[in-house]
């Protein structure tokens, strides 16, 4: 299994940006999807996750800016952003999990302009 995301660019503080990411090969039995983002300097750190059965969680840093959902039936997991800050920049990673393995996702840049 592969992932793809995209979506990332470089944005202007306060601008918004929504990241996708979808699994080419077969999941099975989907668990968690979601986003880590690393930037220079630093480990990598959850950003937020979707669960099997929907239930979100979220970095404190991003609670109620950013927003992750999923789409079984494409295999997809997606990350809106809004109200960026100059400290969200980083190379965000999707995450996938099925009852075989983890999957991550090649990262894409984000960068917010102050």
């Known amino acids: 299994v592969q992932l793809q995301a995209s979506g990332g660019g470089l944005v202007q503080a306060g601008g918004s940006l929504r990241l996708s990411c979808t699994a080419a090969?077969?999941?099975?039995?989907?668990?968690?999807m979601a986003w880590y983002r690393q930037a220079p300097g630093n480990q990598r750190e959850l950003v937020a996750r979707?669960?099997?059965?929907?239930?979100?969680n979220y970095a404190d840093s991003v609670k109620g800016r950013f927003a992750i959902s999923r789409d079984n039936a494409k295999n997809s997991v997606y990350l809106q952003m809004n109200s960026l800050k100059p400290e969200d920049t980083a190379v965000y990673y999707c995450?996938?999990?099925?009852?075989?393995?983890?999957?991550w996702g090649q990262g894409t840049q984000v960068t917010v302009s102050s």
């Open positions: 995450y996938m999990q099925d009852i075989f393995d983890s999957y």
């Open positions: 090969g077969q999941l099975f039995n989907r668990d968690a």
């Open positions: 979707v669960s099997s059965s929907g239930a979100t």
